[in-house]
């Protein structure tokens, strides 16, 4: 579910594309004479280091005209893609960027910018995947005791009250019943509407009424989601990013700037900005079932209960979208900022709308500082991957 934030200014990219047989780390390539009988070099136990390793779609058993067609739907003009990555077996086999006329928010032509490998993308709700993961984390590292406990533990303000009703699987699974009533504006906010009360946004997710029975209604809630960092912070003890960054991030050499509203709280419904490159490492985490190299970083149970979708809802899990019949689930963002994980054929495929940073260069949500990304003029997932998820065997 991706709500429309404003109305953008629609620019169609010019196409910049870098070679998917350049390495970064040389390996010799496998016989491309015979695809279909060549043993790939690259496999389950392949992990990127400091950089990744770029390989040619056959050294994986992979099609490059079918990878082309994929490329070739998210780079068409009005769809606004910034970045398309392909990995398998833990190398990339592809990845293009494009070339945008660059418009400030009102229009004003800028020149053009040529994104690559080193541009910013943000992920909008991509992010509640992330958070979902180092929640795992922490009950891994029993800071929380069970996720079937009241969210009121770690949340003072809701002691003793009806929200106290409301659990922390509630939360993760957008079941909490709570709205927000008879209050202006919203979470984000805009240049004229201070986000959240004030500000703060951790304040707006507290202050809301249950409207239900928690655990009977899903609802799609950033407030829900927003209200997780703070359980981390009360649990652990330390600030959400750097608890993060500490058990996550720096673990398999994601390098990321987290957003945080007036009042210093992270803005854990969105906003993390990274290179493609670094945020393809956390889908890959997930499509090895929480294991990087010979560590296990998010519990294997975590990720399973995390990617499986909610009985009598069936689309949605912790944080994740779910889809059985394509035996697949992916983190999904605003304007399609998305990571698709196919687990079975150890794909990960990432898609990036334009983005840029508006404001004083700051990440702290306040007046003009905000995100600016223009949505696509038509997306379809299945319609972007299936060409390649259709001829990448399972292994």
Not at 224 to 243: K, V
């Amino acid at each position: 579910m991706k709500h429309a934030v404003w109305k953008c200014l629609l620019v169609a990219p010019s196409i910049f594309s870098v070679s998917s047989c350049t390495a970064e780390n040389p390996a010799a390539p496998a016989n491309p004479s015979d695809p279909e009988t060549t043993s790939p070099q690259y496999d389950r136990s392949t992990y990127p280091g400091m950089t990744w390793t770029e390989a040619n779609p056959v050294d994986v058993n992979m099609s490059q005209a079918q990878i082309d067609q994929s490329m070739n739907y998210a780079f068409t003009p009005g769809r606004n893609t910034q970045s398309v990555l392909v990995i398998r077996h833990g190398v990339i086999v592809a990845e293009r960027y494009a070339t945008f006329p660059n418009n400030d928010e009102n229009g004003e032509d800028q020149g053009t910018g040529e994104r690559s490998k080193d541009s910013v993308a943000t992920t909008w709700s991509t992010a509640k995947s992330i958070i979902s993961a180092v929640l795992g984390i922490a009950v891994n590292q029993n800071f929380i005791s069970s996720i079937s406990e009241s969210a009121s533990i770690y949340l003072p303000s809701w002691v003793n009250t009806a929200n106290n009703a409301v659990t922390i699987r509630h939360l993760l699974e957008m079941r909490s019943s709570l709205v927000v009533v008879d209050r202006p504006g919203w979470i984000y906010g805009s240049e004229a509407v201070a986000a959240g009360i004030g500000g703060d946004q951790l304040a707006y997710s507290l202050q809301r009424e249950l409207v239900g029975p928690p655990g009977t209604t899903w609802y799609y809630s950033n407030e829900d989601s927003m209200l997780l960092g703070a359980i981390i912070e009360n649990a652990t003890g330390m600030h959400p990013f750097t608890y993060a960054h500490a058990n996550l991030f720096s673990k398999i050499g994601m390098e990321v700037e987290w957003w945080l509203d007036t009042e210093g709280n992270v803005m854990t419904y969105c906003c993390i900005d990274a290179t493609p490159r670094s945020l393809a490492r956390f889908g890959l985490l997930f499509a090895r079932n929480g294991k990087w190299g010979d560590e296990q970083i998010v519990p294997a149970q975590w990720v399973k209960d995390s990617t499986t979708p909610i009985p009598g809802v069936g689309f949605y899990g912790y944080q994740w979208w779910v889809s059985e019949s394509a035996n697949m689930y992916s983190s999904q963002g605003l304007h399609d900022n998305d990571i698709y994980i196919f687990p079975d054929k150890d794909l990960v495929i990432l898609r990036n709308s334009y983005y840029e940073k508006l404001g004083d260069g700051s990440t702290v949500r306040t007046g003009k500082n905000r995100h600016y990304t223009l949505p696509p003029s038509s997306w379809d997932d299945f319609a972007f991957f299936q060409p390649i998820v259709l001829s990448t065997p399972s292994g």
